[in-house]
């Protein structure tokens, strides 16, 4: 099987960057902070603050997630329920965020991610891919841009889905994911040792897939 990993901060093309890649080398694609986000969604919806670490843990058990793959696109299901749509508001994002820094949690989503690589060739989006969950990818690919850049993106992306904000306060929420994503104790954000840098702050959307697509085949194109 082949993995290929895609780490980086929120915004930096990843998603929309990496589907695109795999669909082209004919991989599954698996974004990973869906099931983060899920995590997230669920904890609002019991009532519980996603910074509170007992009280997010004790909702673990009663929670089933699985990624289902329908023409190449994933869903996600929160217990039987498409929350595909549901987990991409800017709400649920920040409680991803905060539930993503409990060890609890990132142990409760490891093996599902593993299992995933383990039947699939997959190209996995997510923070600590090439860290933690695949440290064993063929491919590592840390892909970038800047804050203003990252932010400007996800700010069209709400207001092309009707969510009201403001720039700026996109701009800070995605200066403070960065920060927590990148400051927690359980594997925070980090380039792993043996991943390519991408910097996709002035490229176009189809200049930065054909880079990580000359990436990942100048590594595996053979084996692919
Ligand atoms: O990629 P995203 O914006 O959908 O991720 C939502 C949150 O989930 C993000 O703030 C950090 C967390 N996350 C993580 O900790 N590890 C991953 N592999 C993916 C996401």
New binding site residues.
């Given amino acids: 099987m082949i993995a290929v990993a895609i780490d980086g901060p929120?915004g930096a093309g990843?998603?929309t960057i990496a589907r695109a890649v795999a669909n082209a080398l004919g991989y599954l694609y698996i974004?990973?902070?869906?099931l983060?986000?899920s995590v997230g969604l669920y904890a609002l919806r019991s009532g519980a603050d996603p910074h509170d670490r007992e009280k997010v843990k004790a909702l673990l058990p009663g929670l089933t997630l699985s990624l289902r793959h329908v023409e190449g696109v994933q869903r996600v299901f929160l217990n039987g329920e498409d929350v595909s749509e549901a987990i991409r508001t800017p709400e649920v994002?920040r409680a991803?965020?905060a539930v993503?820094a409990h060890p609890e949690v990132r142990a409760f989503l490891l093996e599902t991610q593993r299992a995933l690589a383990r039947e699939h060739n997959v190209l996995m989006d997510?923070?600590?891919?090439g860290t933690v969950?695949l440290p064993d990818a063929q491919v590592k690919i840390f892909l970038t841009a800047s804050a203003e850049k990252r932010a400007e993106r996800r700010y069209k992306e709400y207001i092309e889905k009707g969510i009201e904000t403001s720039f700026e306060t996109v701009l800070q929420d995605v200066v403070k994911?960065d920060y927590d994503?990148s400051h927690r104790a359980a594997?925070p954000l980090k380039q792993a040792a043996d991943a390519v840098e991408l910097d996709t702050s002035e490229m176009t959307l189809a200049e930065s897939e054909e880079a990580v697509k000359a990436i990942v085949l100048a590594r595996c194109g053979q084996e692919g």
């Fill in positions: 929120s990843k998603s974004d990973t902070g869906a983060y986000r994002s991803s965020s993503s997510g923070r600590d891919i969950v994911r994503d594997a």
